[in-house]
């Protein structure tokens, strides 16, 4: 069964940059079928799709958050990671990995997640 | 970006109600639309992906229908455990994007 679990500081200050890992077990991070992706949840709100990448390190982001935003992948640990720049209060939010099922057709790239880790919650603040 | 709006924001019901969750998109994404249940403070699960496909293991009396812009999700018979808030998500084109949620409570 894919298990993913995210790991990081839970409070970050204004200003510096957040810095979360996914590790994911019983399977592989480089498998062929899948994209690996960040999603936030702000307290009593609602989900926001951050980014994706694929083992070969492709990557595509939410154009709201690209500037800064930088997700990589280490597939010698089968993990991924997300650094969020210049954080905010309003970048406070449980965040969650997931695997994204991933596919490609005449009209782009899709995805969904299918498994998803148990979130951590990241807040900023002084 | 394509926007979503998902009705109603809550739902009242009984346990053996059908309950239905609409989710409306700003424009039209074919089938590519997921559902997600979510129960506090856990991560969401999938339910339901392109439109009306049931995710492996989830029960039958979930079901998805729609395609274009109009969407819906359907429990046939609610059952104690399927009290939880729901969450359409369209991917379509980025960026992906989520309903806001429709929280079901025990009426």
């Known amino acids: 069964q894919l298990q993913l679990q995210e790991s990081g500081p839970g409070l970050v200050k204004p200003s510096e940059t957040l810095s979360l890992t996914c590790t994911v077990s019983?399977?592989?991070?480089?498998?062929?079928?899948?994209?690996w992706g960040w999603i936030r949840q702000p307290p009593g709100k609602g989900l926001e799709w951050i980014g994706s990448?694929?083992?070969?390190?492709?990557?595509y982001y939410n154009p709201s958050l690209k500037s800064r935003v930088t997700i990589s992948v280490d597939t010698s640990k089968n993990q991924f990671s997300l650094k969020l720049s210049s954080v905010t209060a309003a970048d406070t939010a449980v965040y969650y990995c997931?695997?994204?099922?991933?596919?490609?057709?005449?009209?782009?790239?899709?995805?969904?997640?299918?498994?998803w880790g148990q979130g951590t919650l990241v807040t900023v603040s002084s | 970006v394509i926007w979503m709006t998902q009705s109603p924001s809550l739902l009242s019901a009984s346990t053996g109600d059908r309950v239905t969750i609409s989710c409306r998109m700003s424009q039209g994404i074919s089938s590519y639309l997921a559902w997600y249940q979510q129960k506090p403070g856990k991560a969401p699960e999938l339910l339901i992906y392109a439109a009306s496909t049931l995710q492996s293991g989830v029960p039958s009396r979930f079901s998805g229908s729609g395609s274009g812009t109009d969407f819906t999700l359907t429990i046939s018979c609610l059952q104690s455990e399927d009290f939880a808030t729901y969450y359409c998500?369209?991917?379509?084109?980025?960026?992906?994007?989520f309903g806001q949620g429709t929280k079901v409570e025990i009426k």
């Open positions: 019983g399977g592989s991070i480089s498998s062929s079928s899948y994209y």
């Open positions: 998500q369209q991917y379509y084109s980025f960026p992906w994007t």
């Open positions: 997931a695997q994204q099922n991933n596919y490609y057709d005449s009209s782009g790239y899709k995805g969904f997640f299918d498994y």
């Open positions: 990448i694929y083992y070969s390190g492709s990557t």
